[in-house]
């Protein structure tokens, strides 16, 4: 009887653990099997489990994500102000997360680094972060021996605006950001450009930005990728309830790469690897490491 019970509590051990692994010689992308690891936001949302009490998108977070749990990149959302400076943020409207209100595009820098981020407690009582500029995060890259890769999502369009200041606003959020990321001689095969928005990635290709983009669907896949191809974009970012192997397969096979990102669990990092992306923004990359590694 003891055999039984100790042979029950083995096969429940095995069959638990082989729940949260992954076959790594099974994965089928563009690199061979390699999935880049990128911090989503740096360690992603501020949560009780896994507990991250840093706002996602904030110095210590992208601190952390590199140097603690060694991401091989991070994804950060990029947003201009009204004096035309670059800071990363995540939310549409600044009071939803600090003590300010409106939209980072209504102010200044200077007015931006006046914000204290609130996420309530327990987190406020451990984190003590402020909006950080872009070249902030810049610098942090630079420190490294190896320069990370960086996707941006492009936060161009502000829900403070109407259209025709948001058309206006997009280009040269375009031309601004370019123009920085050359002054400050960021290497063109770490920075990847993300947007949702055709017309914004129309407008960056007519102006001749020579970093590379992405587009991110959203809606019809077939439809996006069609785009997609008939405007050379070669890397395609899509959350996990749209994507599935055979869109990857679809992708990898007309040299599309795939970037995937979200899940905080060890189970939505597995869900995520078995999609078969060349790239994972995770929001727990020790679970993400652990499948990994």
Known sequence: MKRLHRLYILLLL???????????????????????????????????????????????????????????????????????????????????????????????????????????????????????????LLSLCKQREEFPI????????????????????????????????????????KVLLISTSIEVLRKTKEMGVEYPLSFEITGDVQEGIDWMELNEIKYLTIKRKLLTKEWSAYCHERGIEVITFGAKSKSGNKKLIELNPDYIQTNNLEALNSLLD
Not at 156 to 181: G, H, I, W
């Open 150 to 189: 960086l996707h941006f999502d492009l936060r161009s369009y502000s829900v403070c605006f109407p259209k025709k200041v948001n058309d206006k606003r997009e280009t040269e959020f375009m031309k601004q950001l370019n123009a920085l990321l050359i002054e400050l001689e960021i290497p063109k095969e």
């Open 14 to 136: 095995v069959w638990f653990s082989s729940c949260y692994s992954v076959d790594k010689d099974a994965i089928d992308n563009l690199h061979q099997g390699k999935i880049f690891r990128l911090g989503h936001g740096g360690l992603g949302f501020s949560s009780w489990i896994p507990f991250n009490p840093y706002p996602i998108n904030s110095y210590t977070a992208f601190d952390k994500a590199l140097n603690e749990y060694h991401a091989e990149g991070l994804e950060a959302d990029i947003h201009m102000t009204a004096d035309n400076q670059f800071v990363v943020f995540h939310d549409d409207r600044l009071e939803d997360h600090t003590n300010l209100e409106g939209c980072i595009a209504e102010k200044t820098l200077d007015e931006i680094f006046q914000a204290n981020y609130i996420l309530g407690p327990p987190f406020d009582w451990i984190q003590n972060e402020k909006i950080i500029s872009l070249e902030l």
